[in-house]
């Protein structure tokens, strides 16, 4: 199983709302990421976990708040967003650096729109 | 931080080849990333680059030069379904950050 997979696919929410991002993967990664990507932009790095325990947050607003229950399993708490906040939200998976080549693979994102 | 520099778009003709540079700033190194990206999708792994020189697959090629932060990614005989953007995304060393370059946008055409 060599896949990243990201749910809900489509996403549109009011700026009082809460809602969630879920990835799951099932290939041993143990480093997992999410990144924010706006039309015609290159994906933006938000956070990454290592072995289940936050290790980047690149400033990212408290509006989004991030949670690793299990090395298979990455959620991305939605609270109060702004309508600027609409984007393609990408998580992707890799071995920790220094294993391999550390290659991320991607889900095929969650497009939200902020109302 | 990371300051990645890529052309913003290139157009070649079906069949021709086209070198896409990238050059780079990091804090520390620990290897060099390349993806495509077509519309609408999410970005997939091309090649990657740690150790100085070429690395060849198949049509795709990736060249790395840590001394003068360079790398170029070269696509040969070309082809319409080639036509994405394609990012350069240098790691820093310590830790997993992957950064991607504003993309260069190759438009195929026949």
């Known amino acids: 199983d060599t896949e990243v997979t990201q749910t809900p696919k489509h996403l549109v929410m009011g700026m009082t709302n809460k809602k969630s991002l879920k990835c799951e993967q099932h290939m041993g990664h143990r480093a997992m990421y999410w990144y924010k990507q706006k039309a015609k932009k290159p994906p933006e790095l938000m956070f990454v976990y290592s072995y289940e325990k936050l290790s980047i947050n690149e400033s990212v607003p408290s509006r989004f708040s991030p949670e690793c229950p299990n090395s298979s399993l990455l959620n991305l708490h939605l609270h109060a967003l702004q309508p600027e906040d609409s984007a393609l939200y990408l998580c992707?998976?890799?071995?920790?650096?220094?294993?391999?080549?550390?290659?991320?693979?991607f889900g095929e994102g969650s497009r939200l729109t902020v109302l | 931080g990371q300051n990645i520099d890529q052309p913003t778009e290139m157009t070649a003709t079906e069949g021709a080849i086209v070198q896409i540079n990238c050059t780079y700033q990091?804090?520390?190194?620990?290897?060099l990333f390349w993806y495509q990206q077509h519309a609408g999708e999410a970005p997939t792994f091309l090649s990657y680059n740690v150790l100085d020189g070429l690395e060849e697959k198949g049509r795709f090629s990736s060249f790395l030069s840590r001394s003068k932060g360079y790398s170029y990614l070269l696509l040969k005989e070309l082809q319409m379904k080639d036509s994405a953007s394609y990012l350069c995304a240098p790691r820093e060393a310590a830790g997993n950050k992957l950064t991607f370059g504003g993309g260069t946008r190759v438009l195929v055409k026949p």
């Open positions: 990091t804090s520390g190194f620990n290897g």
């Open positions: 992707a998976s890799s071995l920790p650096s220094g294993q391999g080549t550390g290659e991320l693979f």
